[in-house]
């Protein structure tokens, strides 16, 4: 079992900057992918990034690619979202979570965290 916990939402103006944290209990985290997904109101929770188990490999949606880094500190049982250059499309609720295998569909994920919000305006 796994617990995920986000955080390190807010308000930011359009250009701006924010990191997301996505904190895990559990012995086991260190052997899980971790995906950061988002939803805004009236549309589908959609993938926005993802990261292996060790690090190793990263994907990302088209539309954050250059603007948003995922990392993880396995010592820490915690992964990051750097988001950067933000546009008011980015508003949305931002949920991490967690399985055994790197995925961008929210079937593969197991384990969600509650999200956090994220308002960028412009």
């Known amino acids: 079992q796994v617990q995920l916990v986000e955080s390190g939402g807010g308000l930011v103006q359009a250009g701006g900057s924010l990191r997301l944290s996505c904190a895990a209990s559990g012995r086991t985290f260190s052997s899980y992918a971790v995906g950061w997904f988002r939803q805004a109101p009236g549309k589908e929770r959609e993938f926005v990034a993802a990261?292996?188990?060790?690090?190793?490999?990263?994907r990302y949606t088209n539309s954050v690619k250059g603007r948003f880094t995922i990392s993880r500190d396995n010592a820490k049982n915690t992964v990051y979202l750097q988001m950067n250059s933000l546009k008011p499309e980015d508003t949305a609720v931002y949920l991490c979570a967690a399985d055994s295998f790197l995925g961008a569909t929210v079937n593969m994920y197991s384990y969600w965290g509650q999200g956090t919000q994220v308002t960028v305006s412009s």
């Open positions: 990261i292996s188990w060790n690090g190793g490999s990263t």
